[in-house]
């Protein structure tokens, strides 16, 4: 297990926000480290017309101590978990990176507010724009969760999803530490067949078709346990999909009940990501699971983090 300064939390203080609390407070306690937990005043929803409609010193001291007032409340059931509050007025994606980076937190966690056409497909959220800014990693909590999947006390199985991209490979990493950390009971590695390549197997010859696919998944399948540390060869199950790589993944954490998803956000070009979106984008749209979504150019992982 590899040390953080801290953990940070952000919370627009709403029911589905606050859900992601439970499983910050849990992740805090197993690591050890303080919990931060960041709330915003929307700065646009304060200055309409470019004029200030109250005091934002005022507003802040009022709205800090009826945030501590409901987060303590929250919070109350857990035992022996050091937390503090920030509260700060501005744009929410730029101050909860800057209370990320003056904390020198190791990990960010916030639930989603999942939208819907075009508004969601064409202006995005603060929690897609974290995604693809952010220096550490973050997990992302769906704010319509039943409130007994995030109010848990244990993490007992993981999917680690990976291409075998350097994203994957930071979230590979990631994965095997919280498996650690949390002792999980079920680990599984994972990685999926596309449809192209697929189609692509499909037309080289009909007579070699099953050979071929199956030498694939055999070499798949030894690439990723390679990928799996000696001190936890026994307990991670490896497993090769096929199809839509974020239909598959969701379907297989439903059928095995896991807990948490790790996964790389893999980079794409950014008209591509706006129209279309990452695997890892497609998976938190999806709302089903905690993901944890992992940049390898902006993160380093906790073998890094050790060696320093």
């Not at 700065?43 to 934002?56: H, N, R």
């Not at 909860?96 to 497909?121: C, F, M, P």
């Not at 694939?216 to 990723?224: A, D, I, K």
């Not at 998803?261 to 749209?285: A, C």
Request: neutral net charge; aromatic residues 6%; glycine residues 6%.
């Amino acid at each position: 297990m590899f040390k953080m300064q801290s953990i940070v939390c952000a919370t627009d203080l709403s029911e589905g926000s606050n859900k992601a609390l439970y499983l910050a407070s849990f992740f805090a306690r197993s690591y050890k480290t303080k919990l931060v937990i960041a709330h915003v005043i929307d700065l646009p929803a304060v200055t309409p017309y470019g004029e200030t409609m109250v005091d934002p010193q005022e507003l802040q001291a009022r709205v800090e101590q009826s945030a501590r007032t409901q987060v303590a409340d929250i919070l109350r059931g857990v035992p022996d978990l050091n937390w503090e509050l920030k509260v700060s007025i501005g744009y929410p994606a730029k101050e909860i990176q800057d209370i990320v980076r003056q904390n020198d937190a190791g990990l960010l966690v916030a639930a989603t507010h999942i939208r819907s056409g075009l508004e969601r497909l064409l202006l995005g959220s603060v929690t897609r724009k974290l995604i693809f800014t952010l220096k550490v990693p973050f997990l992302v909590v769906p704010g319509n969760l039943p409130l007994e999947r995030t109010a848990i006390h244990k993490t007992e199985s993981i999917l680690i999803s990976t291409d075998f991209s350097a994203d994957a490979e930071k979230a590979v990493d990631w994965g095997m530490d919280l498996a650690r950390v949390f002792d999980a009971k079920k680990i599984i590695l994972a990685t999926v067949i596309e449809s192209n390549q697929l189609d692509q197997i499909l037309t080289v010859d009909p007579q070699k078709e099953e050979g071929i696919a199956a030498k694939l998944v055999s070499q798949l399948t030894e690439q990723l346990q390679e990928k799996i540390p000696s001190d936890l060869k026994d307990r991670v199950q490896v497993n090769v999909l096929a199809g839509h790589p974020h239909e598959e993944l969701n379907k297989f954490a439903i059928l095995n009940r896991l807990d948490l998803i790790v996964m790389g956000v893999h980079g794409r070009g950014f008209i591509e990501n706006l129209m279309v979106g990452s695997t890892t984008d497609r998976v938190i749209r999806l709302g089903q699971f905690p993901v944890l979504a992992i940049r390898s150019s902006a993160c380093s992982s906790p073998k890094d983090r050790s060696e320093k």
